[in-house]
């Protein structure tokens, strides 16, 4: 069974920095797709950042040049690490992951696999 657990969210003012983890464990983590998407109060869900099961990353206009995903193979860890933030990223953060072999632009699919969420307040 795919579990994804996220970590590191947190209240941060304007312009601050935070890093999310993202601990996965029950399939084979290297050669999937995974990313980190987010759902603000009364808006929907949308694609922040994820690798496609090329290893490319992409991702949304609106976090280019702050948000940077990484991943550790060996840990089975994959992060954000989120500069400049601004209020507008306030939002319940989620770790997804799909086993299918996804490639090309996937920050509007539908992932199979998704955590629970972390809070990211910025005020």
């Known amino acids: 069974e795919v579990q994804l657990v996220e970590s590191g969210g947190g209240s941060v003012q304007p312009g601050g920095s935070l890093r999310l983890s993202c601990d996965a464990s029950g399939y084979t983590y290297s050669s999937n797709c995974m990313g980190w998407f987010r759902q603000a109060p009364g808006k929907e869900r949308e694609g922040v950042a994820a690798?496609?099961?090329?290893?490319?990353?992409y991702y949304a206009d609106s976090v280019k040049g702050r948000f940077t995903i990484t991943k550790d193979s060996g840990k089975n860890t994959l992060y954000l690490q989120m500069n400049s933030l601004k209020p507008e990223d306030t939002a319940m953060y989620y770790c997804?992951?799909?086993?299918?072999?996804?490639?090309?632009?996937?920050?509007?699919?539908?992932?199979?696999?998704w955590g629970q969420g972390t809070q990211v307040t910025v005020s």
């Open positions: 690798f496609d099961s090329a290893g490319r990353t």
């Open positions: 997804a992951a799909d086993i299918r072999p996804l490639l090309g632009y996937v920050l509007d699919v539908n992932f199979g696999y």
